[in-house]
C-alpha cells in the first residue's frame, strides 16, 4: 500500500501543474459557458384576486373582467408606461383563470422576475382602483335613497310598505362588497431556469479535481491488479 502511495504521488507531482489547471478551466468554463442561455428563466408571478358584489353588469362579471383586462383599452390605463407593442406582447402572453364564479387568477410569464411581478400588480392595482370608484358611486346611491326614504313622511298606510323598502336597501347596503386581493402578486413559480454561474463553477471545480484524481489513481491501480 505504501508503494502504492508513493506512486500516485510521484504521478501527481509529476502532472501537479495541468492537474490544478484543469479544476480551474472547468470552473471558468462552467461560470461563462452559455451563460445567457443557461441563466435565461422564466418567472411567472400571479395574483388573485375577489370580484365585488354591487350589481355591476362589468365589474361584477367573471367573462365580463376576463375579457375586460385582456381588452386594449385596459391595458392601456394598466400598461401607459409601455410601448404599444409591449403591451400587446403581456396580452398575447397573459392569463386569466376562473378559479370560481367569483375568484380570478391573472398570471403573467416572462424572462425578467422584476417585470413579470410588475405586470401583474399595476393590472390589478389598476382594476382595484376602477373597482372602488364604481362601488363608491354605487354606495354613495344606496345611502341617498335610504336617506331621502327615511326623511320622507308617509300615512300609516304606507308605513309597511316604507319599512320594506328601507329594509330592503339596508340589506342591499350590507351586501355590497368591494373586489379585493386574495393572493398578493407573487412569484408562482420559475419555469426553465438553469444553474446560476456560481453553482455551474462550482460544479466544473468539482468535476476537474474528480477527473485528476482519477487520472492518478486509476493507472496505479490497474498495475497492482
Given amino acids: 500500500m505504501s508503494g502504492f502511495i508513493?506512486?500516485?504521488?510521484?504521478?501527481?507531482?509529476?502532472?501537479?501543474?495541468?492537474?490544478?489547471?484543469l479544476p480551474v478551466l472547468l470552473a471558468?468554463?462552467?461560470f461563462f459557458f452559455a451563460k445567457g442561455t443557461l441563466e435565461q428563466s422564466s418567472y411567472t408571478a400571479s395574483v388573485t384576486l375577489t370580484l365585488g358584489k354591487y350589481d355591476d353588469a362589468v365589474y361584477n362579471n367573471m367573462e365580463e373582467v376576463m375579457s375586460l383586462l385582456k381588452s386594449d383599452a385596459f391595458l392601456?390605463?394598466?400598461?401607459?408606461?409601455?410601448?404599444?407593442?409591449?403591451?400587446?406582447?403581456?396580452?398575447?402572453?397573459?392569463?386569466?383563470t376562473n378559479q370560481s364564479d367569483t375568484q380570478l387568477q391573472l398570471s403573467f410569464t416572462d424572462a425578467e422576475y422584476d417585470r413579470a411581478l410588475a405586470v401583474v400588480k399595476q393590472m390589478s392595482d389598476t382594476f382595484l382602483k376602477q373597482d372602488k370608484i364604481l362601488f363608491t358611486k354605487r354606495?354613495?346611491?344606496?345611502?341617498?335613497?335610504?336617506?331621502?326614504?327615511?326623511?320622507?313622511?308617509?300615512?300609516?298606510?304606507?308605513?309597511?310598505?316604507?319599512?320594506?323598502?328601507?329594509?330592503?336597501?339596508?340589506?342591499?347596503?350590507?351586501?355590497?362588497?368591494?373586489?379585493?386581493?386574495?393572493?398578493?402578486?407573487?412569484?408562482?413559480?420559475?419555469?426553465?431556469?438553469?444553474?446560476?454561474?456560481?453553482?455551474?463553477?462550482?460544479?466544473?471545480?468539482?468535476?476537474?479535481?474528480s477527473i485528476s484524481l482519477l487520472f492518478a489513481v486509476l493507472p496505479e491501480l490497474f498495475k497492482e491488479s
Wanted: hydrophobic share 40%; aromatic share 4%; no cysteine.
Fill in 6 to 21: 508513493l506512486r500516485v504521488g510521484k504521478r501527481i507531482r509529476k502532472h501537479i501543474v495541468w492537474m490544478i489547471l
Fill in 28 to 30: 471558468a468554463f462552467g
Fill in 76 to 96: 392601456k390605463q394598466a400598461l401607459g408606461d409601455v410601448k404599444e407593442e409591449e403591451r400587446q406582447d403581456v396580452k398575447s402572453r397573459l392569463i386569466l
Fill in 139 to 209: 354606495q354613495q346611491v344606496i345611502e341617498k335613497r335610504l336617506s331621502a326614504l327615511e326623511d320622507e313622511p308617509v300615512s300609516n298606510d304606507s308605513k309597511v310598505d316604507k319599512e320594506r323598502f328601507l329594509y330592503e336597501l339596508e340589506s342591499t347596503k350590507l351586501g355590497m362588497k368591494q373586489a379585493k386581493i386574495v393572493d398578493p402578486a407573487q412569484l408562482l413559480d420559475e419555469g426553465n431556469k438553469g444553474m446560476s454561474a456560481k453553482k455551474r463553477a462550482l460544479l466544473g471545480l468539482v468535476i476537474g479535481f
